[in-house]
């Protein structure tokens, strides 16, 4: 089983920045490719970043492409989501996942991850 705790969130104005993390527990951390996605109401969830296990590969939606940065500490069991130029189309709230460990790369599909964090609220302004 892996824990995963989402922190980071809050209220900012149009083009200011954020960073989340999301401290996980359990089994070992880095045996997990790790996701972000966000749901903003009345909208389906949907993949923001993802990060393979150690690191070595990430990937974005088109959408944040250029603005969010993924990724993880290994020796923290953290992984992070540093967000800038944020957009009032970024309001969400963002969740982490994570993959099985017999999985290295990310996913971009929600059904692909088998843990959850309780989700942050990330509120952009205009």
């Known amino acids: 089983q892996v824990q995963l705790v989402e922190s980071g969130g809050g209220l900012v104005q149009a083009g200011g920045s954020l960073r989340l993390s999301c401290a996980a527990s359990g089994r070992t951390f880095g045996s997990n490719a790790m996701g972000w996605f966000r749901q903003a109401p009345g909208k389906e969830r949907e993949f923001v970043a993802g990060?393979?296990?150690?690191?070595?590969?990430?990937g974005y939606a088109d959408y944040v492409k250029g603005r969010f940065t993924i990724s993880r500490d290994n020796a923290k069991n953290t992984v992070y989501l540093r967000m800038i130029s944020l957009k009032p189309e970024d309001t969400a709230v963002y969740y982490c996942?994570?993959?099985?460990?017999?999985?290295?790369?990310?996913?971009?599909?929600?059904?692909?991850?088998?843990?959850w964090g309780q989700g942050t609220q990330v509120t952009v302004s205009s």
């Open positions: 990060i393979s296990r150690f690191g070595a590969n990430t």
């Open positions: 996942a994570a993959r099985m460990s017999s999985r290295d790369s990310y996913a971009t599909a929600g059904n692909e991850y088998d843990y």
